[in-house]
């Protein structure tokens, strides 16, 4: 069984567009079989990525996929090329 890929998203709590960013997070965690988390940069321990450089920012397996939130067409087709489990 291959192991989920990491869908990571980079917020911050003052961050005006992040609260989008997190719901587009969970809708794509419903539709793709990823493992998805929220890492909060004002909040986390963990060590932030030298290509997370603002927020917010989607990575999959440590990669920069998106810089922002986009939009749900764009994700997903992006996604679609990358992770298993969508039904586009």
Request: proline share 8%; aromatic share 6%; net charge negative.
């Amino acid at each position: 069984m291959k192991p989920l890929q990491a869908l990571r998203l980079y917020v911050h709590e003052d961050c005006p567009s992040c609260p989008a960013a997190r719901e587009l997070l969970e809708r794509i965690a419903e539709r793709f079989d990823v493992d998805a988390r929220v890492i909060d940069l004002g909040l986390s321990w963990e060590e932030k990525p030298d290509a997370v450089f603002a927020v917010p920012t989607f990575t999959l397996d440590g990669r920069v996929v998106s810089l922002g939130t986009p939009s749900w067409d764009e994700i997903t087709n992006l996604l679609s090329g990358l992770v298993p489990g969508a039904d586009a």
